[in-house]
């Protein structure tokens, strides 16, 4: 694996709650590497999706965001601040079990997204 490619993983997988755009992460690894461009980010960013070692998801038209976690979880998206949390049930594997045998087709991955508002925002509101 390059430094450069090594640099966007480790950035992601700092702060599993982050699901940066690839503008925030050419921002965030040029403080480490100044020369690096944002098309050497956004290809390495694809090589690593390819790989299965991030995910790249899509919440808002025209608006990827990346997600240095694999593992099978949801994802709650506040209204208010607009923040991506993980939220990592651990029967979430039964949905999918659940779904493939109503459906009758083999579902191997899926991408929740739950909406609301976060306990940060709550306390503001409240």
Same mark, same amino acid.
């Given at each position: 694996?390059?430094? *450069?490619?090594?640099? #966007?993983?480790?950035?992601? *997988?700092?702060? #599993?709650?982050?699901?940066?755009?690839?503008?925030?992460?050419?921002?965030?690894?040029?403080?480490?590497?100044?020369? #690096?461009?944002?098309?050497?980010?956004?290809?390495?960013?694809?090589?690593?999706?390819?790989?299965? #070692?991030?995910?790249?998801?899509?919440?808002?038209?025209?608006?990827?965001?990346?997600?240095?976690?694999? +593992?099978?979880?949801?994802?709650?998206?506040?209204?208010?601040? *607009?923040?991506?949390?993980?939220?990592?049930?651990?029967?979430?594997?039964?949905?999918?079990?659940?779904?493939?045998?109503?459906? +009758?087709?083999?579902?191997?991955?899926? *991408?929740?997204?739950?909406?609301?508002?976060?306990?940060?925002?709550?306390?503001?509101?409240?």
């Amino acid at each position: 694996m390059t430094n *450069q490619r090594l640099l #966007i993983l480790e950035f992601l *997988q700092e702060d #599993i709650n982050r699901h940066p755009t690839a503008e925030e992460i050419y921002r965030e690894v040029r403080k480490r590497l100044p020369k #690096i461009s944002f098309a050497t980010v956004y290809r390495n960013l694809e090589k690593l999706k390819k790989g299965g #070692i991030i995910e790249e998801l899509y919440f808002e038209k025209g608006l990827s965001r990346f997600d240095g976690e694999i +593992g099978e979880h949801f994802h709650f998206r506040c209204e208010k601040c *607009q923040r991506v949390f993980n939220l990592v049930l651990s029967d979430s594997w039964q949905i999918l079990e659940r779904a493939s045998i109503k459906s +009758g087709h083999k579902i191997e991955r899926m *991408q929740v997204l739950l909406g609301g508002v976060c306990k940060d925002c709550l306390r503001i509101m409240r």
